[in-house]
Nanobody, 124 residues
């Protein structure tokens, strides 16, 4: 399963961006869809995650109330709506999806895929 992430860019503090991540390949089912971010010299951190079984969402404290993670079921896509952006949100953002995929011989296996990062820069 491959992921294509897009939507990053440069904005001023207080503005908004919407990141998109679309899956392709033989997805059978999805367990979790999430967004992570990373700055130079720092570990990748979880920003938001959506668990499909119960549609629960979790956010890192610094983005609560500002970011929203959403899933588009028909396209197995996940979005991150980022409002009231702050300079400290500047990072490369990565999407991550795990679940089960169909193999060529009609079996199922687990997958865990990362999208390419998309850069978000918040600066005045």
């Amino acid at each position: 399963v491959q992921l294509q992430a897009s939507g990053g860019g440069s904005v001023q503090p207080g503005e908004s961006l919407r990141l998109s991540c679309r899956t392709s390949g033989s997805v059978f089912s999805i367990r979790d869809m999430g967004w992570y971010r990373q700055t130079p010299g720092q570990a990748r951190e979880l920003v938001a995650v959506l668990t499909t079984a119960d549609k629960s969402t979790n956010y890192t404290d610094s983005v609560k109330g500002r970011f929203t993670i959403e899933r588009e079921d028909g396209r197995n896509a996940v979005y991150l709506q980022m409002n009231s952006l702050k300079p400290e949100d500047t990072a490369v953002y990565y999407c991550h999806v795990n679940g089960r995929e169909k193999t060529a011989d009609w079996n199922l296996r687990d997958f865990s895929s990362w999208g390419r990062g998309t850069l978000v820069t918040v600066s005045s």
